[in-house]
């Protein structure tokens, strides 16, 4: 089964600051997405970014963006620009087919 | 509103009653997916319907979980004498098929 790691229970970013969330995970296959989602306290699951493996170049959305390392299975997401509104639980999340699976989460604190 | 929408937001249910969840997906969207999120855990993928035909349920956690979309609409999610490890948040999703999914805001099950 594919397994996805977040390293960091808990981040802490001031407001206008740059953080960056970790994600790695493990795969066989070379054909697959990469996603994180944004999940604020009893809010739902949004998406914030997804990458496609076979593309190398990274995705960007607005001040989100992803650096993916194909190689090393390593797909972190740096959030720039801080806003406290960016404040949540982010899931790294892996598909290959119909299903995601999710990491345990990064809870993200933004700090004025 | 036009997203995906869950009912009950909460449940409250005492060990060994039956209970039921019932999503509503984005109309257009053929594809449903039921998760499970228990705390400080990321969403665990349960099963998925494309149209009405259930297409994976090994992964629903045991034969008291069952799930049904009659029709290609809404879905329920049945939940048969329940225990107290059930307790949880039970997450739909719905998608059009390889595109990105779109997360209700969850029903939050406490058996007591």
């Known amino acids: 089964a594919q397994t996805v790691t977040q390293s960091q229970p808990e981040m802490s970013v001031q407001e206008a600051e740059t953080v960056t969330l970790s994600c790695t995970y493990d795969t066989s296959e070379s054909d697959y997405y990469l996603f994180w989602y944004k999940q604020p306290p009893s809010r739902q699951m949004i998406l914030v970014i997804r990458?496609?493996?076979?593309?190398?170049q990274n995705a960007t959305e607005n001040r989100f963006s992803v650096n993916f390392q194909k190689a090393a299975k390593s797909f972190s997401l740096k959030i720039s620009d801080s806003q406290l509104g960016d404040a949540a639980m982010y899931f790294c999340a892996y598909r290959e087919g119909y299903a995601l699976n999710f990491g345990k989460g990064t809870s993200l604190l933004v700090t004025p | 509103d036009t997203g995906v929408s869950q009912d009950p937001r909460h449940k409250i249910t005492k060990r060994g009653q039956n209970v039921t969840f019932r999503c509503d997906p984005i109309s257009e969207h053929n594809r449903l997916y039921w998760y499970r999120q228990t705390l400080g855990q990321g969403p665990e993928f349960l099963t998925y319907?494309?149209?009405?035909?259930?297409?994976?349920k090994s992964r629903l956690l045991s034969d008291r979980f069952s799930a049904e979309r009659p029709k290609g609409s809404f879905s329920t999610l049945e939940i048969q004498r329940t225990e107290q490890g059930d307790s949880a948040m039970y997450l739909c999703?719905?998608?059009?098929?390889?595109?990105?999914?779109?997360f209700g805001q969850g029903t939050r099950l406490t058996v007591v």
């Open positions: 990458q496609e493996a076979y593309k190398q």
């Open positions: 999703a719905s998608s059009l098929v390889s595109r990105q999914a779109f």
């Open positions: 319907f494309q149209n009405e035909a259930q297409l994976e």
